[in-house]
């Protein structure tokens, strides 16, 4: 099994930035592809973005793109999003989630994810 914890939620001010993190633990994580979703209140999880096994593709959704950027350590276990000029409707929970090798935007093709870290943006 595989166990992911996020960390680097918070609040902050509309327009800031703020980078999460995923670590990864119990299998190896240089195999899995990873990627972001987020749950904001009384709505379903969503996708937010994805990397391969080996970091040469990646996925964003339309509301974040240019804005949001997924990368990862495989030396450090980690996978990271780093999100820029943030929005007020960017509040949510964010989960990371592993799957062996291809990435992908389905849900329910992610075996392993992590209990989730809060991001508030405040105006």
């Known amino acids: 099994q595989v166990q992911l914890v996020e960390s680097g939620g918070g609040l902050v001010q509309a327009g800031g930035s703020l980078r999460l993190s995923c670590a990864a633990s119990?299998?190896?994580?240089?195999?899995?592809?990873m990627g972001w979703f987020r749950q904001a209140p009384g709505k379903e999880r969503e996708f937010v973005t994805a990397?391969?096994?080996?970091?040469?593709?990646?996925n964003y959704a339309d509301s974040v793109k240019g804005r949001f950027t997924i990368s990862r350590d495989n030396a450090k276990n980690t996978v990271y999003l780093q999100m820029n000029s943030l929005k007020p409707e960017d509040t949510a929970v964010y989960y990371c989630a592993a799957r062996p090798y291809m990435a992908t935007m389905i849900q329910d093709r992610y075996q392993y994810w992590g209990q989730g870290t809060q991001v508030t943006v405040s105006s």
């Open positions: 119990g299998r190896t994580f240089s195999s899995y592809a």
């Open positions: 990397i391969s096994w080996n970091g040469g593709n990646t």
